[in-house]
T-cell receptor, first 111, second 114 residues
Framework: DAKTTQPTSMDCAEGRAANLPCNHSTISGNEYVYWYRQIHSQGPQYVIHGLKNNETNEMASLIITEDRKSSTLILPHATLRDTAVYYCIVSSGNAGNMLTFGGGTRLMVKP | NAGVMQNPRHLVRRRGQEARLRCSPMKGHSHVYWYRQLPEEGLKFMVYLQKENIIDESGMPKERFSAEFPKEGPSILRIQQVVRGDSAAYFC????????????FGSGTQLSVL
């Protein structure tokens, strides 16, 4: 599976949009982009995933560039409860969906 | 519909003892994954199982670690003769089909080896 590069940490003001970037320049055509988050010591929580098109759900939006080499996770109105480590992962699913978690981005939402 | 259930939540073992970690997937899910998270590190894949079959154990240490997912009952991650380096959070996840499906994670078992 392709590797990803994310900033180590980011801050965001409460109520503002949080934009978390991810580079995955070696992504293959059949690999999906997944985002999970882990709130302190809890199990990871699925956020969103996509292949080519932009995706939106009740938690976030995922913007994938046309060449698919990078993506941005957008939390439109960040709250204090969104403080977490956010992991960007690419996976083909062919290996049974064995997601490889990197270091992630530690998002701190501040009042 | 209950989520992924892991127990115990905390497990303390002395060096040389055995640790058994249990994971009950979400109802209807037949794919189970185990991950380990060392302090201040990311999650590392250990093993992927379907009912009665190990599909991929490429992340499992070669010795002392084993996993099973029997036809009936929870998935078990077993660590024999634990050492201090085994101290970590162990997370289980499940999915219904296993291919490009989102994973549902449990709350984890925190193993402490004295």
């Amino acid at each position: 599976d392709a590797k990803t590069t994310q900033p180590t940490s980011m801050d965001c003001a409460e109520g503002r949009a949080a934009n978390l970037p991810c580079n995955h320049s070696t992504i293959s055509g059949n690999e999906y982009v997944y985002w999970y988050r882990q709130i302190h010591s809890q199990g990871p929580q699925y956020v969103i995933h996509g292949l080519k098109n932009n995706e939106t759900n009740e938690m976030a939006s995922l913007i994938i560039t046309e060449d698919r080499k990078s993506s941005t996770l957008i939390l439109p109105h960040a709250t204090l409860r969104d403080t977490a480590v956010y992991y960007c992962i690419v996976s083909s699913g062919n290996a049974g969906n064995m997601l490889t978690f990197g270091g992630g981005t530690r998002l701190m939402v501040k009042p | 519909n209950a989520g992924v259930m892991q127990n115990p939540r905390h497990l303390v073992r002395r060096r040389g003892q055995e640790a058994r970690l249990r994971c009950s997937p979400m109802k209807g899910h037949s794919h189970v994954y185990w991950y380990r998270q060392l302090p201040e590190e990311g999650l590392k894949f250990m093993v992927y199982l379907q009912k009665e079959n190990i599909i991929d154990e490429s992340g499992m240490p070669k010795e002392r670690f084993s996993a099973e997912f029997p036809k009936e009952g929870p998935s078990i991650l077993r660590i024999q003769q634990v050492v201090r380096g085994d101290s970590a959070a162990y997370f289980c996840a499940s999915s219904p089909r296993g291919a490009n499906e989102k994973l549902f994670f449990g709350s984890g078992t925190q193993l402490s080896v004295l």
